[in-house]
C-alpha cells in the first residue's frame, strides 16, 4: 500500500484510493464560484484564432455515503451538474491548474488549500475527432484528486 492507501501492483492493473465519509467536510454554496458567461460561437473562434486550443482540467472527487461510493460534482441553476474545474492559463501544468480552480472554488481559505493530484499518466487519453473537424478546438483532462480526511 503507499501514498493515499494507492495499490500499484504490476500484475495487477487495480489502484485502490481511499474514500473518506462525506460529513467529515462542510460543503456551503458560492454565488460567484461558477458564473455564467456567454458561449457564442464567434467568441469562442476569436478566442482559438488568438490563443490556439483551449486546455482544461476537471477533478474526480470521491467521498462516502451510506457505505458507497459518490463522486463530487458542482451543481449550477438547479439542473446542471459538473465536475470542478475549469481552463488553464497559458503555460501552466496541468496539476497546478487544477489546484488554482480547487483553492478558488472549494476551498475557505486559499492561503490553507492543500490538494494532492494524481499524475495525468495514470489515466488513459481516448480521442474521437469527427471527421468533419479540421481541428480541436477543446482539450479535457480528468484528473484524480484525493481528498484529506477533514477539510473544513
Same mark, same amino acid.
Given at each position: ?13 487495480? =489502484?485502490? !484510493? ?9 460543503? &456551503? /454554496? ?5 458564473? /455564467?458567461?456567454?458561449? %457564442?460561437?464567434?467568441?469562442?473562434? /476569436?478566442?482559438?484564432?488568438?490563443? &490556439? ?6 477533478? #474526480?472527487?470521491? =467521498?462516502?455515503? $451510506? ?11 438547479? %439542473?446542471?451538474?459538473?465536475? @470542478?474545474?475549469?481552463? +488553464?492559463? @497559458?503555460?501552466? /501544468?496541468?496539476?497546478? &491548474? ?7 472554488? +472549494? ?9 494532492? #493530484?494524481?499524475?495525468? %499518466? $495514470? ?5 474521437? !475527432?469527427?471527421?468533419? +473537424? ?5 482539450? !479535457?483532462?480528468?484528473?484524480? !484528486?484525493?481528498? =484529506?480526511?477533514?477539510?473544513?
Amino acid at each position: 500500500m503507499g501514498e493515499n492507501g494507492i495499490r500499484d501492483d504490476d500484475d495487477d492493473e487495480k =489502484v485502490e !484510493v481511499n474514500i473518506y465519509p462525506l460529513n467529515s467536510y462542510y460543503f &456551503g /454554496s458560492k454565488e460567484d464560484a461558477i458564473p /455564467s458567461k456567454d458561449h %457564442s460561437l464567434q467568441r469562442f473562434k /476569436s478566442n482559438y484564432d488568438a490563443r &490556439g486550443m483551449r486546455t482544461c482540467v476537471e477533478a #474526480v472527487m470521491m =467521498v462516502e455515503l $451510506f457505505k458507497h461510493p459518490h463522486l463530487l460534482l458542482f451543481q449550477i441553476k438547479n %439542473s446542471i451538474f459538473k465536475l @470542478p474545474g475549469g481552463r +488553464l492559463r @497559458p503555460g501552466e /501544468s496541468d496539476t497546478d &491548474g487544477l489546484k488554482r480552480k480547487l483553492a478558488r472554488k +472549494l476551498s475557505a481559505d486559499e492561503n490553507l488549500a492543500e490538494w494532492e #493530484v494524481l499524475n495525468s %499518466s $495514470f489515466l488513459f487519453n481516448f480521442f474521437y !475527432v469527427h471527421a468533419s +473537424l479540421q481541428h480541436l478546438y477543446d482539450s !479535457v483532462k480528468i484528473l484524480i !484528486v484525493f481528498m =484529506v480526511l477533514y477539510r473544513i
